[in-house]
């Protein structure tokens, strides 16, 4: 008990260190309270920045338009940095992740304002399979926001990249922006917690249970809590345990990536397969979580058709997903799956 206070008092502290002594909680920015696909225009010496992929990058000038609300366009002067680990290295994507980095004065009153550094995701290769994939993984993003306002944001994008050398050259993708953790912590009242790890025991346990039974539902194995892997800790503004907040899924099995593999040390050959990664749990506590996904399915099922991905790869995409649905409302069948391969200790 004595260093669980202990812990609790370091929390605090940084939400002190993060925001001040009352950090403010309210509503997503601008940008993030739309979900409609938001058209952009990126313009730069690309082939500088996608060769720009090691160790030490820098970032790089460019131009953002987009189109305010009275129709007219506007542009933004912006830095383009490449960013990531796996998707950057050319190997594996010809065009990697993008960090665009926001002029704080020149974007006040625009959909940016307060927005610093966001995170783009873009598509992994030119091929058309590819786009669907950065559909999928957005669809990742905004399933689990139906779940939990818990949860990062996500704004759908049409990208045109456009060669500051040529305005002719262009290239049209999806792509899709995430809400910065900064943003985040503002909207819920609290802060990420930095170079801290702690097992799942320690923290909110309705919250880690409904991320881990996600992570089941769309197949995703890639993450874990006790190393920090495409999971932050969370720091509420309050005595209660901090929440484990999920991000990357393009590993999971219903975006099926083409470079996606299991980690080797488990007991499955594909990502599309589905392995329970989460901590073991008294029934009643699954059981909630059970009920609110069968509660949310409608939802979380609509929001397919909100996205323009091919209607192949909707309807193949949605049936994915019936197997969970199906089994959370078998107790034979569940117990078979998370009480067996639930993490103990």
């Known amino acids: 008990m004595r260093i669980w206070l202990v812990s609790l008092v370091c929390i605090r502290l940084l939400y002190i260190t993060c925001y001040g002594q009352n950090p403010p909680e309210g509503t997503s920015s601008a940008l993030f309270q739309s979900n409609e696909e938001m058209p952009i225009t990126l313009v730069a010496n690309w082939p500088v920045i996608w060769d720009d992929v090691e160790t030490e990058r820098a970032y790089h000038p460019g131009k953002l338009i987009y189109t305010e609300p009275n129709g007219q366009p506007d542009t933004l002067a912006v830095l383009l940095r490449t960013r990531g680990n796996f998707r950057r290295n050319k190997s594996n994507c010809s065009f990697p992740p993008i960090r665009v980095k926001m002029n704080d004065s020149a974007a006040v009153g625009t959909p940016f304002e307060g927005l610093n550094k966001i995170k783009l995701v873009t598509h992994c290769q030119k091929r058309a399979a590819a786009e669907q994939q950065v559909y999928l993984e957005y669809l990742c993003y905004r399933m689990y926001n139906v779940l939990t306002p818990e949860s ?126 989460g901590s073991c749990q008294e029934e009643a506590l699954f059981k909630a979580t059970f009920s609110l996904f069968m509660e949310k399915k409608a939802e979380i099922l609509s929001i397919f058709d909100e996205v323009p991905m091919e209607p192949k790869v909707r309807a193949k995409s949605m049936k994915f997903l019936e197997p969970f649905f199906k089994l959370i409302q078998d107790d034979k069948a569940y117990r078979k799956v998370f009480e067996a391969e639930c993490r103990r200790g």
Do not use: C
């Not at 890639?222 to 190393?227: Q, R």
């Not at 920090?228 to 099926?256: E, T």
């Open 152 to 277: 990062y944001h996500a704004r759908l994008l049409k990208v045109t990249y456009q060669d500051s050398a040529n305005a002719a050259d262009t290239l049209v993708k999806p792509g899709f922006f995430i809400e910065p953790t900064k943003e985040m912590g503002k909207r819920l009242g609290g802060a990420v917690m930095k170079n801290v790890r702690l097992n799942s025991g320690r923290l909110d346990q309705d919250q880690i249970n409904l991320m881990a039974v996600y992570q089941y539902m769309i197949a995703n194995t890639d993450w874990s809590i006790t190393v920090g892997h495409n999971v932050k800790l969370f720091a509420r503004n309050d005595a209660n345990p901090p929440l484990a907040i999920p991000y990357d899924f393009d590993w999971s099995g219903i975006v099926g990536a083409p470079y996606a593999r299991p980690n080797p040390v488990l007991p499955i050959q594909s990502v599309r397969e589905r392995l329970y990664r």
